[in-house]
């Protein structure tokens, strides 16, 4: 059978595997302009997007959709010979963050396929090789889970304390970006008035027509209502 016998194209499919909207919600908020007389568009980053969910029929999971974005986050490449590690883009390495690179190729034995740094370049980068054999970095992952189990069966409530441990930290962490997005949003709500009443001035005074003012006052109008009740909501969640 053909490879692509729908003719998909790949930027079709990407676009499809990151649309929120699949999983029942609405994206809001995606961009914005630098003013209201410079209409340049500036992506919001994706933090910044307002979800809104259930607003229609999900064809996807949200668990399913967080699995996908998480998986494309770590993209696996195929090897020459096709044959793939059970680590496959999950590896880093210690000294300088790049990804490893596994290798595999005709010529080695599965026990010989191994990972090096992909900023070794072969000795023409800035790390070192930081060569591990997959059979080796496989036996160290399996003693470790292994010990880890060890650990929760011997100490099962100091496990649990310590994931509650992690949890309040993580818990913290989220409280404090939401503070920060909800002053932010603040301002925002603050900055609008005074375009606001910029957009007023300039058409009383004819440099604005009225189509065009009454089009933008309804967009900071909607603007501000969503940021009221974002920032109404937040705070009910910060008290
Ligand atoms: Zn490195």
């Not at 998909?8 to 302009?33: A, C, D, F, M």
């Amino acid at each position: 059978m053909p490879v692509n016998i729908y003719h998909w194209r790949e930027n079709s499919i990407v676009h499809i595997l990151e649309n929120r909207q699949y999983t029942g919600g609405t994206v809001n908020g995606k961009s914005t302009t630098v003013s209201y007389k410079v209409h340049k568009k500036i992506e919001k980053s994706q933090e910044d997007y307002q979800v809104i969910p259930n607003t229609q029929e999900a064809i996807i999971s949200e668990n399913t959709w967080l699995r996908v974005q998480e998986l494309r986050k770590n993209k696996r490449r195929n090897t020459a010979t096709g044959r793939r590690s059970l680590f496959s883009g999950l590896v880093y390495c210690a000294d300088c963050g790049s990804k490893l690179h596994f290798c595999a190729s005709k010529s080695l034995k599965k026990n010989q396929e191994f990972w090096r740094c992909s900023s070794y370049k072969d000795g023409r980068g800035t790390c070192t090789i930081h060569f591990i054999r997959d059979v080796v970095l496989e036996a160290i992952v399996k003693e470790a889970i292994s010990e880890l189990a060890d650990f929760v069966r011997c100490y099962n409530s100091a496990f649990l304390y310590l994931i509650s441990e992690k949890k309040g930290a993580e818990s913290v962490n989220r409280e404090k970006s939401l503070r920060a997005k909800t002053e932010s949003a603040k301002q925002r709500i603050s900055d609008l008035d005074k375009l606001f009443s910029r957009i007023y001035e300039d058409n009383i005074l004819g440099k604005l027509s009225d189509e065009r003012y009454s089009r933008m006052a309804n967009e900071y109008e909607a603007e501000q209502k969503r940021l009221i009740s974002e920032v109404e909501e937040n705070e009910k969640t910060l008290i």
